[in-house]
């Protein structure tokens, strides 16, 4: 087990160093100065020379990337050129909102998409299992900002329960932060749910008609204590998968929804930042999520072995 | 004492009968074999005893186990029999046990069910080492075991409490001889020692010979005979029964081998297959596979290869097909290397399963053209070498424009044969051809293989494990184990007077079928 953690680990370090030369040369190449979009199109070329040096565009690419790299490590991303402040703090400040978001979605997800999947897949062909793929295909098929709308449409303006958007802050209380975060979450959910509900329905679907569940019911359990006790750790494992996935997506992905909610989260700082070629909050948020991805698929990689052991000796 | 009776027992699925007016007894201590080819309803009889059988599927008759009517018991009451009064043992060993539970646990759920007063995990060991598996750890996964170890496992979660019955479903058709051998021994050990009643589903009446006391044949779903084992084996009543006797030792006369120059030559081959390192700087490690193996297939020859999973027969197949490198020796056929492109036109593949090995979107005629593609460029005969390749191996030029799902796994076995013979290949390898097919049609298949001996003067190498095939379709016989060729002889000097220990122990463990008396 030990030695399969640490080749997935070297394999993360190795994905980070090639992801960080990646993004590096990406916006190396991508056209705009940054200087002449801060000073604007009539400033004078000795002051863009300046301003240049202070940011440290007139070192070499090697140099460049070796303090960025350097310095991330540090936990010092380097000042945006738009706002002249620290970029680890602009991140902090976002990842406080989008991280809570993102985890807030995942759980509903789950917490939905888990008995769905398992109700429609015991009552395969029946009524309910119709009854929940059919939600889980409407799921899938509304855009989720149109839902996000709705929610705002029925719970903010005409219940008044919730407000129509904006971000309370965590030092307003955790109830406060979690309630204005409740309806993006729920719109980040539903398709997420749905496709979940589905890949867990099949999946148990799948286990259902496999011997070792026929070996559980000639042991006599009963139908639902094999679906419990054997077949449902089988199943978890395309199910993980999705997760992992559905995990890194939400944490970037949920632009539209927090441009919907006015929510200050980490899609809506890389949009502003391209906007006005602030590259090096674009590097460093590109950086993050990338280290978001890889980092939750290691994450899945070690639940993978803990669920199946076939895993664990192989490397 | 009766311990199950089934009687008038129906089965239908969907309204399309399954079972139709099927009885059979298990007296306590007894094993009772039912036998039939793929089709004849015996594993539904089975999953009828334990009430298992497949959704929509609706019985009537009845089957009384012990005294109780299961037919008529509720779900709740069939859950508190199964593993405790009837225990059941399944076909495939590596499928049959969950793969992310450890085997003690595994078997240790079955006891914790149904004998809540005893120590589960005690008695859990202690089931799993009267299944002879003393050095095996309870904290083992099944992808840590053998295949026949996997086996004792199941036969320990069906015995562990102790069951009246025990139905055992085709429990070693995914095995080895000599494993099968000892599974048998151990099922026939358990259930003489608990004087527990066993029925037993097989197609291998070879098998049943060796371990019933009575046999029930079925087919199409109907129990055609039944009787007690020795009188019904070698003088059966019914002509069905007779005709899956005479298939079962069915016997093909290979015209004489012409021995010629050597076609194949195979030079002291060794495959080995890297392992992975244990440690970094550690010298690499190798899993030698095929070890120094050295024979000639003359033309005209049809050179038999059996052996054991896991001896190295599938890698030497591979190696001679070129689609292996080796890392010594040297294959050649008529003087060049198997690797050579050129050669591979002159050699063909049958597989074993006649299922899988045709791509089901396309008709015959393309199917069996595939080997065209070899040839530097297509005959201008297509038509005429479609027509004769199918008449050749029995069915109609017809049939070029039918798809795979149209024909019988025999009849797909045939395409098969008449896929590896529509470029007249000079060497054709038969993988385990005839393992998938029940005995008629395997009868039918090694008489067509004979015919076409006859007609073509083919050469062969014919891999499979069952033994019997081999000594009938073959003229001689290699036999291989853990990488080496142990004995390379005459088919019939093989059997009748092995030399190695090992060829020895593969015959011995191979159940054989009394003689069948000549009917006046």
Same mark, same amino acid.
């Given at each position: ?5 640490l ?20 916006i ?41 790299v350097s ?17 680890? @703090? ?7 909102? !989008? =991280?809570? &978001?993102?985890?807030? +979605? %995942? #759980? /509903? ?26 939600a ?14 709705m ?19 965590? @030092? ?7 309630? !204005? =975060?409740? &309806?993006?979450?729920? +719109? %980040? #959910? /539903? ?23 026929r ?47 006015? =929510? ?7 949009f ?44 | ?16 009968p ?105 008695q ?60 048998l ?6 259930a003489?020692?608990?004087g ?16 019933a ?22 003088n ?104 050579d ?27 069996i ?41 025999g ?31 395997r ?14 003067n ?63």
């Amino acid at each position: 087990m030990l030695r399969y953690a640490l080749k997935r680990l070297t394999s993360l370090l190795i994905s980070l160093a090639i992801a960080s030369l990646v993004i590096f040369a990406v916006i190396e190449v991508a056209p705009g100065d940054p200087a002449s979009f801060m000073l604007g199109v009539n400033a004078q070329e000795d002051t863009l020379a300046a301003l240049r040096a202070e940011l440290g565009l007139d070192q070499s690419k090697v140099q460049r990337y070796l303090a960025w790299v350097s310095g991330m490590v540090q936990g010092d991303f380097g000042t945006s050129y738009q706002y002249r402040t620290p970029v680890s @703090d602009m991140i902090a400040q976002r990842l406080w909102v !989008s =991280l809570p &978001l993102a985890l807030y +979605a %995942l #759980a /509903l997800s789950t917490l939905i998409a888990f008995p769905a999947g398992i109700y429609a897949a015991s009552r395969r062909g029946k009524a309910g299992d119709v009854g929940v793929m059919g939600a889980t295909q409407i799921g899938i098929a509304i855009p989720n900002f149109w839902f996000a709308m709705m929610l705002v449409l029925v719970f903010a303006i005409n219940l008044r329960w919730f407000s129509a958007g904006g971000f309370a802050g965590w @030092d307003k209380g955790v109830f406060a932060a979690l309630k !204005s =975060l409740t &309806l993006p979450a729920i +719109a %980040l #959910a /539903l398709p997420q749910a749905a496709i979940l509900a589905r890949v867990m329905r099949s999946s148990l679907l799948d286990i259902m008609g496999e011997d070792f569940m026929r070996t559980a019911r000639a042991k006599g359990l009963t139908r639902a204590q094999a679906l419990r006790r054997h077949g449902l750790r089988n199943a978890l494992i395309p199910v993980l998968t999705i997760l992992g996935l559905q995990f890194s997506f939400l944490l970037a992905g949920g632009i539209i929804i927090e441009q919907v909610f006015y =929510l200050p989260g980490l899609g809506r700082l890389i949009f502003q930042s391209i906007s006005a070629r602030d590259l090096i909050v674009v590097e460093s948020v590109t950086m993050l999520l990338v280290f978001a991805v890889i980092v939750v698929n290691f994450a899945v990689d070690l639940a993978y072995a803990a669920v199946d052991p076939r895993l664990r000796g192989r490397t | 004492m009766t311990l199950l009776r089934i009687d008038a027992l129906n089965v239908q699925i969907g309204g399309t009968p399954i079972l139709r007016d099927v009885s059979l007894s298990v007296s306590a201590g007894e094993v009772v074999a039912v036998t039939g080819e793929s089709g004849s309803g015996k594993s539904m009889t089975a999953l009828s005893v334990m009430q298992l059988l497949p959704d929509g599927a609706q019985a009537t008759g009845s089957v009384t186990l012990d005294g109780h009517d299961l037919l008529q018991l509720d779900e709740p009451t069939l859950c508190t029999l199964r593993g405790n009064t009837v225990g059941m043992v399944f076909q495939e060993p590596m499928t049959a046990l969950n793969p992310v539970m450890t085997i003690g646990a595994q078997v240790a759920e079955t006891l914790r069910l149904h004998r809540p007063d005893l120590n589960a995990d005690a008695q859990a060991r202690a089931v799993l080492d009267r299944v002879e598996l003393h050095d095996i750890p309870m904290a083992r996964f099944p992808h840590e075991l053998s295949g026949g170890q996997r086996q004792r496992v199941v036969i320990a979660i069906a015995i562990a409490c102790g069951p009246k019955l025990l139905i055992a479903d085709e429990p070693t058709t995914a095995l080895d001889v000599t494993t099968q051998a000892q599974i048998l021994a151990l099922l026939k050990r358990l259930a003489a020692e608990d004087g527990m009643g066993l029925l037993m589903i097989t197609h291998d009446l070879a098998v049943v010979a060796q371990m019933a006391d009575r046999i029930t044949v079925m087919r199409h779903g109907e129990v055609v005979e039944d009787g007690t084992t020795a009188p019904l084996l070698t003088n059966p009543a019914h002509d069905y029964t007779r005709a899956l006797l005479a298939a079962s030792t069915h016997r093909v006369v290979l015209p004489e081998a012409s021995s010629d120059a050597p076609l194949l030559r195979v030079d002291s081959v060794v495959r080995d297959y890297a392992l992975p390192r244990t440690r970094l700087f550690a010298p690499p490690r190798h899993h030698r596979a095929v070890d120094g193996v050295s024979f000639d297939i003359p033309r005209g020859g049809r050179i038999g290869l059996v052996g054991e999973s896991g001896c190295g027969k599938s890698t030497l197949t591979r190696a001679i097909l070129g689609l292996e490198p080796v890392q010594a020796g040297s294959i050649t056929l008529d003087g060049t290397p198997v690797t050579d492109p050129g050669v591979r036109r002159k050699m063909q593949v049958v597989f074993q399963d006649p299922y899988g090995s045709f791509n089901p979107r396309h008709r015959v005629s393309r199917l069996i053209t595939e080997p065209f593609h070899l040839l530097p460029e297509p005959p201008p005969d297509r038509a005429d070498r479609i027509a004769t390749a199918l008449t050749d191996v029995g069915l109609s030029p017809g049939d070029a424009d039918k798809y795979p799902h149209q024909f019988s796994g025999g009849q797909r076995q045939r395409l098969a044969i008449a896929r590896a013979l529509i470029i007249r290949p000079e060497l054709v390898i038969f993988d385990e051809a005839v393992s998938a097919l029940d005995v008629s049609v395997r009868a039918q298949i090694l008489d067509l293989i004979a015919g076409l001996c006859k007609q073509y003067n083919l050469t062969y190498l014919f891999i499979s494990h069952d033994l019997s095939v081999v000594r009938t379709i073959t003229d001689r016989v290699l036999v291989m184990q853990a990488g080496k060729i142990v004995e390379d002889r005459p088919t019939e000097t093989v059997f009748t007077a092995p030399t190695h220990p090992y060829t020895r122990t593969l015959i011995d463990a191979a159940p054989t079928l009394p003689q069948l008396e000549m009917t006046p």
